[in-house]
């Protein structure tokens, strides 16, 4: 089992649909959770942490189960300069390594 | 907005040649990482830091990497001696004094490639 996986993709949507991108990972000792999304050969950016009563940030919303080892991210009204590829990311231990899974691309059309 | 800076964004060396990939943290970050992305595949961890010893290191991170702060801002990734499928986007990063939550934020990364 991978140590992180995430949907495969691509993701195809109009404008102002609401997308969701699921990731499962194995280690259940992990302690931190992020999504970044990453730009076409850029850097990753944080997206945002994943806490466990879930969070929002304007049109964005990550949730956390622990007991299924699964993280969700939904983007609520996409728009264009959403299209991106956003990475589920896990820190497994104190050492601070991140683990990335393979990333699921998102592309907004008008 | 402080931000993680990589210098070169760009290097071509030969097979063989030494390179090393500098980083200048966020100035009140405490903790490094090295991490590489082989075009089309994902990230992964090569490295951490923290009071001037490593912390943890994957099985990529053999004898043939380094790396180092050698003052109060640098902190550079070096290969001794390069080989083809080192190839691929360096990105450095750092994360600050809240451990527990890590969020570690990301350089625009050095694209080496190895002819």
């Known amino acids: 089992r991978k140590e992180v996986e995430q949907d495969p993709g691509p993701f195809n949507v109009p404008e102002g649909a609401t997308v969701a991108f699921n990731c499962t990972y194995s280690?259940?000792?992990?302690?931190?959770f992020f999504w970044y999304r990453q730009d076409c050969r850029k850097e990753p950016k944080l997206l945002m942490s994943?806490?466990?009563s879930g969070n929002e940030d304007g049109r964005f919303t990550a949730q956390l189960n622990r007991a299924s080892q699964y993280i969700s991210l939904l983007i609520r009204d996409s728009k264009l300069s959403d299209s991106a590829t956003y990475l589920c990311?896990?820190?497994?231990?104190?050492?601070?390594?991140?683990?990335f899974g393979q990333g699921t691309e998102l592309s907004v059309k008008p | 907005e402080p931000e993680v800076t990589q210098t070169p964004s760009h290097q071509v060396t030969q097979m063989g040649q030494e390179v090393i990939l500098r980083c200048v943290p966020i100035?009140?970050?405490?903790?490094f990482y090295w991490y590489r992305q082989i075009l089309g595949q994902k990230v992964e961890f090569l490295v951490s830091?923290?009071?001037?010893?490593?912390?943890?290191k994957s099985e990529i991170f053999d004898d043939q990497f380094s790396v180092e702060r050698p003052d109060g801002s640098n902190f550079t990734l070096k290969i001794r001696s390069t080989k083809l499928e080192d190839s691929a986007m360096y990105f450095c990063?750092?994360?600050?004094?809240?451990?527990?939550?890590?969020?570690?934020?990301f350089g625009p990364g050095t694209r080496l490639t190895v002819t």
């Open positions: 990063a750092s994360s600050g004094v809240d451990r527990g939550l890590n969020e570690q934020y």
């Open positions: 280690n259940s000792a992990s302690q931190s």
């Open positions: 994943v806490y466990s």
């Open positions: 990311v896990v820190n497994g231990n104190q050492g601070g390594k991140l683990i």
């Open positions: 100035s009140n970050h405490l903790y």
């Open positions: 830091f923290y009071n001037n010893e490593i912390s943890e």
